[in-house]
């Protein structure tokens, strides 16, 4: 489990679903109450993967990574995070910037260690195009939100015929923009499938207003503004025949289901996600960025390829 930085507690999280069991004293002291709150929910048994454990810990903070292996009761902690090659069978990197990731994750998978990014996996073109070479090479790494695997919204996946072709999609969320709306976009994106033809973001940095246009004839429209956090994963399907009105809200169940792929995957080879679908979810990201930095300009995704 390697990095963290500030408003992401995942290493703490995702360490205890694989982990199976936490320190309950070291838990109330945890700096992400959030966190604390939807752990302590669960019963025992709902805890851990089989056959998977964290066995080491590095944070950018070494005090972090003290209090995440005490919470999550991980019985090594890194000096650094490169020295847990040889040690371990697979990496994940559990921060949320993407423009860092390229260089997080470099050390483990040139030397061939399957790696899990964090979302967004990236959020500019030059990555990009790093991690695609990278995966025509056939280097192990995979990166997903924990939002496709929502049980809110999973029964809709390629699966909302009986509200007749879909024409509008909406989708709310806290926070930025960079980091959250992968979440947003990943979210719809299975409930719509592959197909996204331009991005136009006519918001601000504090709240990003984007429109999406689908080759089925769907209008997308995301809105991520930071202190919406009661708007957190609220998503209207509208057809030519019924619309509906969902939201999410466990999210312990996606972080466990979305971690218990990437377990899947090291068994046996098949991402949750393929990489197609990862790519152009990536290229949305970015357009939509570039879009807000060059005045609310439709960005086709066809400038990306």
Known sequence: MLGMVEGNGHPYSWSIIFNGGYDRTALDGCPYPGIRDYIVKQPPGTLGIPGAKVTHVWTDDPADAESVAKVALIPNVARRAEDVIGQVDAVLVATDKGFEHVERARPFIEAG??????????????????????????????????????KEFVPYHRATHALGPLRHVGVTMAKSWEAYGIHALETVYPITGPGYVSVQNIGDTASNVVHLRHRDGIDVVVQVTKDMV?????????????????????????????????????????????????????????AGIESREQGGRKVFLSELE
């Open 230 to 286: 009661g708007g957190f994963g609220i998503v209207t399907l509208a057809g030519t025949s019924a619309g509906l009105q969902l939201r999410f809200a466990d999210t312990y169940h996606a972080f466990k289901m979305q971690l218990v792929g990437f377990v899947d995957y090291l068994r046996t080879g098949i991402p949750p996600v393929p990489w197609a679908e990862t790519r152009e979810l990536m290229q949305l990201v970015i």
């Open 113 to 150: 260690i399957p790696v899990f990014i964090d979302k967004p996996l990236c959020d500019n073109r030059a990555d990009l195009a790093t991690f695609s070479k990278w995966v025509a090479e056939g280097k192990p790494l995979i990166s997903s939100s924990a939002m496709r695997f929502a």
